[in-house]
Each structure stands twice: as C-alpha cells, then as structure tokens.
C-alpha cells in the first residue's frame, strides 16, 4: 500500500452539525447568556464558531462545518457566553463536549446525538450543566479540503421530543433559602411558586 492510500485511509472527512443545546446553566440572576459553539479540531488550525442567540438557555443554532480529522485529532465542540468571552481568557465558558477519534467513528451517521456538556481541562466551574445536540455525517472530501462552510436550512420536524421535567423556554427552576422550589421567567423577569406549563 502506499503512503498516500495509508494516509486517505487514516483521515475522516467529516460534517460536523451542530443543532442546539438545550438546559444550558445561567450565571446571571437576571440575565440569560448568549451562546455561541467553537468547533475545534485539536491538533490542527481547524477552528469553527456558530453565530451567537441572544438571551437563551436553550439556543438553536444549525450550523455546519467541514472537518478533516486524522487518526491522533480530538474533537472539542464547546459552548461559550458572548457577553463574557470577550472579557477574559476563560470567561463565558458554559461546557464542552470532546470526542476521541473512536467516539467520532461510533457517532459517525448515526443521526441526532444527545450529549452531556461537562468541564473543559482547566475548568474548575461547577455550574457547568446542559446538553448538546450534534449530528456528525461523512463528507465527500473535496469540500472538506476546500474548507467549505455552510450554515443549514432549518428543519421542519422537532430536534428532540420534550421531557415532563423539561421547562418552558425561557424559565428556570431554583431553591428558595428554605429549600421551596420557585420558577424565574427570565424573559418578564418575574418568579412563582407554581411549576410553568407548556
């Protein structure tokens, strides 16, 4: 075999799709993040960010990416505050989700994926919570060699079916100081007693 057939054989040529995050922590009382997701390709200069969503804990973004992964490369997908990583290095950081070459090959056409955001290296932050929601496709690889992004059309059927415990955009579920559970509805900045319905 050669050592340009070994080296194709070697490579992933990938489409990276990231569709949402849903539950994502709030640091601010009375003020919802901005998200945004960085796609990175540790290892290489491949680096990709979505546009942000303003104000949302469960924000939308589909966008897609074009990746060349080889044997050795992690995949980083992280989700980040607009308002606070322009502040600091570190600041706004909300979760990530790195896959090893062999969790990219399991995932690999294998439709929505659900998974749990955690710490990145270095993250001391507890208050990391929520998922991502991806999907990781083969692409041909012309257009990952030409380094091509494009941003998806929306799709008409739901990402994910909503749980019971799941909350209405836009609300959060906290403890009182006597451990009563109360709601904040951040988008009329208000609070109750009683759980919101859909």
Same mark, same amino acid.
């Given at each position: 075999?050669?050592?340009?057939?070994?080296?194709?054989?070697?490579?992933?040529? +990938?489409?990276?799709?990231?569709?949402?995050?849903?539950? *994502?922590?709030?640091?601010?009382?009375?003020?919802?993040?901005?998200?945004?997701?960085?796609?990175?390709?540790?290892?290489?200069?491949?680096?990709?960010?979505?546009?942000?969503?303003?104000?949302?804990?469960?924000?939308?973004?589909?966008?897609?990416?074009?990746?060349?992964?080889?044997?050795?490369?992690? +995949?980083?997908?992280?989700?980040?505050?607009?308002?606070? !990583?322009?502040?600091?290095?570190? !600041?706004?950081?909300?979760?990530?989700?790195?896959?090893?070459?062999?969790?990219?090959?399991?995932? *690999?056409?294998?439709?929505?994926?659900? *998974?749990? +955001?955690?710490?990145?290296?270095?993250?001391?932050?507890? !208050?990391?919570?929520?998922?991502?929601?991806?999907?990781?496709?083969?692409?041909?690889?012309?257009?990952?060699?030409?380094?091509?992004?494009?941003?998806?059309?929306?799709?008409?059927?739901?990402?994910?079916?909503?749980?019971?415990?799941?909350?209405?955009?836009?609300?959060?579920?906290?403890?009182?100081?006597?451990?009563?559970?109360?709601?904040?509805?951040?988008?009329?900045?208000?609070?109750?007693?009683?759980?919101?319905?859909?």
């Amino acid at each position: 075999m050669s050592c340009a057939k070994e080296e194709e054989n070697s490579v992933l040529y +990938l489409r990276v799709v990231v569709h949402a995050a849903k539950n *994502l922590s709030k640091r601010d009382f009375f003020r919802l993040p901005d998200p945004f997701a960085r796609v990175v390709v540790d290892g290489s200069n491949q680096c990709h960010t979505s546009d942000a969503v303003k104000g949302s804990l469960d924000p939308k973004w589909e966008a897609e990416y074009d990746l060349l992964l080889h044997q050795t490369d992690t +995949l980083t997908i992280s989700v980040w505050n607009q308002r606070k !990583a322009q502040r600091k290095e570190g !600041a706004g950081f909300l979760g990530c989700v790195r896959l090893l070459p062999s969790s990219v090959k399991r995932l *690999l056409d294998r439709g929505f994926q659900c *998974l749990e +955001l955690v710490r990145g290296p270095g993250s001391t932050d507890d !208050a990391i919570r929520g998922q991502l929601i991806i999907s990781i496709k083969t692409a041909r690889n012309s257009s990952v060699r030409n380094g091509v992004h494009k941003p998806s059309i929306g799709h008409s059927s739901p990402l994910y079916q909503r749980s019971e415990n799941e909350l209405p955009e836009g609300w959060e579920e906290r403890q009182s100081s006597t451990g009563r559970r109360c709601y904040i509805n951040h988008v009329t900045r208000t609070t109750q007693w009683d759980r919101p319905t859909w």
